[in-house]
């Protein structure tokens, strides 16, 4: 068989750098193109595309209310986009945020519980930031510890460990904390284990802040940040160059699951004022978008949690004002990040047809 | 950097639309005779059950308060979970100008309270449990009906039904065993299969019963399993607490007998559904929305039983139902209405072998015990006298609990 019969119809390949106009203009069409698929769920259903656009935004960024509400749905999602952002630079699949989440979160909640009355306000919270990201951090240890010692798969192994922390939780919420026999409902915080607020939304925004700061500092100014990235790029090369593979996958594991057992701390200490099996709500799956689309950058994580929060809470309202089922809202957020990370692809990848190529050879 | 541009530039571009579109902020009606009210439910009206249910009341009350010349906006929020999310959805319907906001579930309350103290002027329901009526705040209320006399009624049809197969010699009469499906080992459940149980134990005296809890107020999978396997251990009768209508289902797939809840289910299970009981909201919200238009005070925590309407047997399968059961079931309805039966006659039934003589109703102190308020009195333990929300919880002779882990 001659080379030029197995050339298949189109083939992939990596582009160079492109130019920046360019690569802007393509993330703007994948918006528009959203924004264009999003109508067809809504026309389908009956709602007007242009107005139900319009409550979107309106829910979300219309009233000092909504744009709280839009930060504290923003919070975790940046958090945790941030806690897993070095394992993902390190190519260590980390998809258990969700359970190291519900771990940080139950260790919040002991201390809510039986601790409140004999700890002051601003101790206490202490004891609660620390102990969640102890319990998120030795959550994650574990499949890191395996993965470090065995080579074990840590995405298998992380998603498992989701699934524990939660029933850990459901156990709890039936069990020994619950509050009236059979209700399954964890008694609420008192309010010296509530998070004070700040400018209206619990000051877990202030601590998400300025984890920005310290995980790009981390990242990208650091020795153990530019560990992660070798590892990164080559086990070999890091090897080669004398790094302990092993301690730094579980230091960096340690390290991202205690920023998302302080989202767990955050979350129950300041939105949700009680502990349930749902405590994750998904965070630690829709972070992973988050740190994906801003291509592990901290400050761009920012931007795309807020996208994600407006279109969140936007679409809330959309079903209140316009009957729009909620599950037509998930679509539309499913499209957009579909079509933003397709963009990603365009800019890194260059499609390349059979005809053009011969073209350009004989050329 | 340039990411963040584009996404500065994105959010410009989203928001060109939010002006272009015209669509326009909501408030508050502004007519007097016009009330907008929000109504949350932790279902949607697919489950046949427990939202339909809220749903039919909500339509129901609309055309009697129409025809009082009152005009009521709905706005009605689905599968609200009982978490945080319900907290968010009182606030959203708070500001979108609903003056009235109804919770439909037990486990909303405490997140509900957490939003009241923002919104002094709105009035907040929490429909089924029991906390807002005693919390001091005007603005909260709690509103449940006497579901246990329906469920006592179910309980007789059943009962009959299963007299009348061991008198055709079908089983023997130890064998008269009701299956239960429950959602949790709860006040409200506890205290609805005990009434169900009473009722058929009046008209069939050897009959017995297994609970079995699903850890779900919904979970159409899991309530079927458990009818199922209720079955396959020699239930004859289902019943349940539970909203959805798979039970049904699953009874006349064993080919064994069923009562329901919350919706008339022998169209889903014509072989097998003999009658359901529902709480018929329409009069309540008649009552809560006719009293905030009238400038009036909206009861803090209001509970009517069978002789108001609050709770409705749905019409008897007469094709499978034993003979004479309208009959009896019109004389039940009359006793309870007089008072003449008592659906926790403490004479009817024993707690570890003796007589129920002593239970608290209500827990004044918040530490989940009932401490105060004795419910036993003349004869009877007296539910929702004290409280409009179930606190019946003793476990009775008779009764099998199959897994209280829930």
Redesign the interface.
Known sequence: MSAETRTPLIRLVKRTEMA?GK??GI??AS??IA?ILGCIPMLLTGTDP??A??????GS???P??IK?TVKIAIPLLGCALAIAPCFKMRFWNIGAEGQITMGAVAATYFALFWAESVPHVVLLAIMFITAAAAGGLWALIPAFFKARWNTNETLFTLMMNYIAIGIVAWLQ??PWE???????I??FQDSARLPTVLGVHCGWIIVLALVFIMYIYMNRTKQGYEIAVIGDSVNTARYAGMNVGWIIMRTMFISGAISGIVGFMIVSG????L?S?VA?GVGFTSITVAWL??L?S??M???S??LA?IEKGA??L???L?V??SIADIITGILLFCMLSSEFFINYSLVFRRREKKEAEA | ???????????M???G???????T??AAPADPNTVKVGLLCIGDENDQGYTYNFIRGRDEATEMLKADGINVEW?????I????TC???N???A??GCQIIINNS??FE?FM??VVDEYPDIEFISCTNCASAFDGRDNTHNAFANIYEGRYIAGVVAGLKLQQMIDEGTIAPEEAVIGYVGA????E??SGFTSYFLGAKSVCPSVTMKVSFV?SWSDATAESDAALALADQGCVMISQHSDNTTPATAAQSRGVFHTGYNNDMTTIAPEASLISTRIDWAPYFYEAIKAYVNGEEIPQDWCKGMADGAVVMTPLNEAIAAPGTAEKVAEVEAGLADGSIQVFDTSTFTVGGEELTHAFAL?TDGD?TADSEEAVYDGAFHESVFQSAPYF?AQIDGIEWLNA??
């Open positions: 920046k690569v802007f993330r703007v918006i528009v924004l242009i107005s656009y319009g409550v979107i935004i309106q960024l219309s009233r209310i909504y509400q039936g069990g509050g009236r026999k059979g209700s399954q409902l008694p609420m939105a949700n004022f009680t349930y749902g709500d801003s291509q950058n400050f761009a920012i931007a795309v807020m996208i407006v809330n309202t079903q209140t004002r009957s089922p909620a | 950097m340039r990411k963040i541009t584009f996404v500065l530039v994105a959010l571009l989203l928001s639309f939010a002006f272009a579109s015209g669509s902020e909501e706005v009605t929020k689905f599968n979970g009982e978490d945080a907290t968010d959805a606030i959203e319907a500001e979108e037990y486990g405490p309270l957490e949790y080992s709860f006040a459940v506890i850890g827990d989940f919880t882990a829930y």
